[in-house]
């Protein structure tokens, strides 16, 4: 997911681009079987790929894409499983490779979690959509100047709200301070509408993308994660994640009882139905709140944890997950094949944008505001005027965010004060940094 300095030069030059059609379609050198989409289709063999990824939101489209894709390929058959929604991915992969059921695609991080399965990750730099990547998208696979894995698309993490609800409560722009956003809360208590629906009982949703702002606010990101990897940094008493804690008590003063037994599915609800007007949540919610509540009026906004409101304006933006293929796959170059089906074919452009609601990462395939949903479109503004922060995560030691997520539970609970909150973080670090 996007990062630091790749910020202004490298979004401004792109994101005008990515909504650009261009007819990309499979017109790829027949030179190889794994870019012109032939692998497999020469002999009576029918090859396996073996899928393994966390996107619960785009199960149903996979398999539907499963069907057509087997149609033109009848020699490849897919076999997609997915482990997400709160689950742990990342130890679930482990588990595969050690029992010797490794995938043939699978979902990484890239940076941190790239050098972690480095000896696990075919090249794909001589894949034709690799010209097709935004530089942003490129960045967190890239390695030596080259390519290890297709970003699925852009995400951008903040607060969803409910434009109605806001507009009722006479709150007439999104807040971009903590004040503002307190203020924003006691107009939506006025009207009897609850404003916070904490999801906190979700790991990712604390550890992973919730505290990445805190880290994103830094002076200088990449330096203070340095820092921490050194033994030269610390995050007891800094003053962003002293605020960060702020922000998150906000959202628990002025949120829905019981927040760290409330999951995803249930805030999301809460949601939909209107008996909240805020949640942290990514574009990816488009889908899931329209399963709901169709049309909802909707919309998307940074979190702001400080009173600096143009640090505050800015979105967490990201590659939620890049697809690689594991170079010791006996079926490498039918993988291939379908990640370039997925993204040159017709019908897997359609489902990126339109069923699956995603903001493209190829500058090949045509995203609107209608296609990509409300969040969608809030976010891609985000991108085109630069006021983005990347999500940090994929630079944590393994493992941390869960570690992260369970010292922030208990602060939740009030187990830990601030500093304790803030020990516990430094020491979840050093337990796991190498």
């Known amino acids: 997911m996007m990062k630091k300095k790749h910020s202004a030069v490298a979004l401004s030059a792109v994101m005008a681009m990515s909504l650009a059609l261009t007819a990309c379609g499979g017109n790829n050198n027949a030179s190889s079987n794994s870019q012109n989409g032939s692998a497999g289709t020469n002999s009576g063999e029918v090859k396996t790929v073996k899928i393994f990824q966390f996107k619960t939101e785009i199960v149903e489209g996979l398999n539907e894409l499963k069907v057509e894709f087997e149609k033109e390929y009848p020699n490849i058959k897919l076999d997609i499983q997915t482990v997400g929604g709160g689950a742990d991915y990342a130890a679930a992969l482990k588990t595969k490779f050690a029992s010797g059921d490794a995938p043939d695609i699978f979902s990484n991080g890239g940076y941190a979690e790239m050098e972690l399965w480095g000896d696990k990750m075919e090249d794909l730099s001589d894949q034709p959509w690799v010209k097709d990547l935004i530089p942003m998208a490129a960045e967190p696979m890239t390695k030596d100047g080259k390519v290890y894995g297709m970003a699925m698309n852009l995400e951008g993490i903040g607060i969803v709200y409910n434009k109605d609800l806001f507009a009722k409560a006479g709150i007439t722009e999104t807040p971009k301070t903590l004040s503002q956003l307190e203020e924003a809360a006691k107009k939506l208590q006025a009207i009897d509408v609850t404003p ?3 999801a906190y009982q979700e790991w990712w949703l604390l550890g992973n993308q919730g505290i990445s702002v805190a880290f994103a606010q830094q002076d200088n990101v990449d330096e203070f994660i340095k820092g921490l990897n050194e033994g030269t940094g610390t995050i007891v008493g800094n003053k962003t994640f002293e605020e960060w804690s702020k922000y998150l008590k906000l959202t628990l003063q002025y ?120 969040l969608g479109a809030d976010v891609w503004n985000y991108v085109k005027e630069n006021k983005v922060y990347g999500l940090q995560s994929s630079k944590f030691p393994d493992g941390v965010t869960q570690e992260f997520a369970s010292v922030i539970q208990q602060f939740i609970a009030d187990k830990v004060d601030v500093n304790g909150w803030m020990t516990g973080m430094q020491a979840a670090w050093d337990k796991l940094k190498k």
């Open 196 to 198: 916070f629906g904490n």
């Open 255 to 374: 949120g829905q009882k019981n927040p760290l037994t409330t999951d995803a599915n249930t805030h999301l609800a809460m949601f939909a139905k209107g008996e909240t007007a805020m949640m942290q949540e990514g574009n990816w919610a488009q889908t899931l709140v329209d399963n709901i509540t169709p049309d909802m009026n909707i919309g998307m906004f940074p979190m702001p944890i400080n009173e600096d409101a143009e640090k505050n304006d800015k979105m967490t933006v990201g590659i939620p997950a890049n697809l690689v293929v594991n170079k010791e796959s006996g079926s490498k170059e039918e993988a291939k094949t379908f990640l370039n089906w997925l993204v040159t074919s017709d019908m897997g452009k359609e489902y990126i944008v339109k069923k699956w609601k995603f903001i493209p990462a190829l500058s090949t395939i045509e995203a609107t505001p209608e296609d990509i949903g409300m």
